[in-house]
């Protein structure tokens, strides 16, 4: 049976990804920016160096990566209250998966005794905002680090290898690729993966949101994420090695 006879509801075959586009320098001050789109899901995700370090880490020589994210009141369908008072509990939980999935590309050492600071903003929400957010946040570090790079202030770079991430899911028994939110909303099986480029995992996070599913179900979804990183990490690469080009699609 082709793979054009049981077409997603926007079109796409069952291992499509959404169109992608990185815009780099999308924003003046920041030492990296980028507009990651998936879709309709829009994320802004700017790289800040600072010269310190966490107390926890003054004084040994190493640097550190973090990140925060948050959604606009209008990124979605009715406006939700901005975060005031801190990041809610799914905010935390987001930019901790940002931080750490940054964090495993990075030699600390090789960065010395500085902080990149990842802020990932969603401006318009699709389903797979943290996926989105990882991959364009890589491809707006690597272009501040750069900055460190060309000027001399670090010998080399201290990224080892891309790492992108793509949610992946049983939707009418099916296994898909890279959820919107009508698929996200009713999915059987939701599962976000982040891979590096080397296609070793940094993290699984998978529910089974009816049925419990096996594992030849689950190795099934893995390929099929490792499928999909893949592309995503092709255009990271192209994006960082391009000198005066800022858009960039999938």
Not at 117 to 144: H, K, P, S
Request: hydrophobic fraction near 40%; charged fraction near 25%; proline fraction near 5%.
């Amino acid at each position: 049976m082709s793979a054009t006879m049981h077409l997603r509801h926007d079109g796409r075959r069952p291992d499509q990804l959404r169109p992608v586009t990185i815009t780099r320098d999308y924003l003046r001050h920041p030492e990296g920016s980028v507009l990651v789109e998936f879709g309709d899901t829009k994320v802004i995700c700017t790289a800040s160096l600072e010269d310190k370090v966490p107390p926890f880490l003054k004084g040994q020589g190493k640097g550190w990566v973090t990140a925060e994210y948050a959604m606009l009141p209008r990124s979605t369908n009715t406006r939700s209250s901005r975060e005031r008072n801190g990041p809610g509990g799914r905010s935390q939980e987001i930019q901790r998966l940002v931080g750490r999935s940054l964090r495993s590309v990075v030699e600390m050492a090789k960065l010395g005794e500085r902080t990149v600071w990842l802020d990932c903003d969603v401006i318009q929400a699709d389903g797979g905002t943290r996926t989105a957010a990882i991959t364009g946040a890589f491809v707006a570090m690597a272009d501040a680090i750069g900055r460190l790079t060309k000027t001399g202030a670090l010998p080399g770079s201290p990224i080892r290898d891309c790492v992108a991430a793509i949610s992946v899911g049983m939707v009418g028994n099916r296994p898909v690729l890279d959820l919107n939110y009508v698929e996200d909303s009713t999915a059987e099986v939701d599962m976000n993966v982040v891979m590096t480029g080397a296609g070793a995992f940094v993290e699984v996070q998978g529910t089974a949101e009816q049925t419990p599913f096996p594992k030849a179900r689950l190795d099934e979804l893995l390929a099929l994420a490792g499928d999909g990183i893949a592309g995503l990490v092709g255009l990271q690469r192209r994006a960082i090695a391009a000198r005066d080009e800022k858009h960039f699609t999938l």
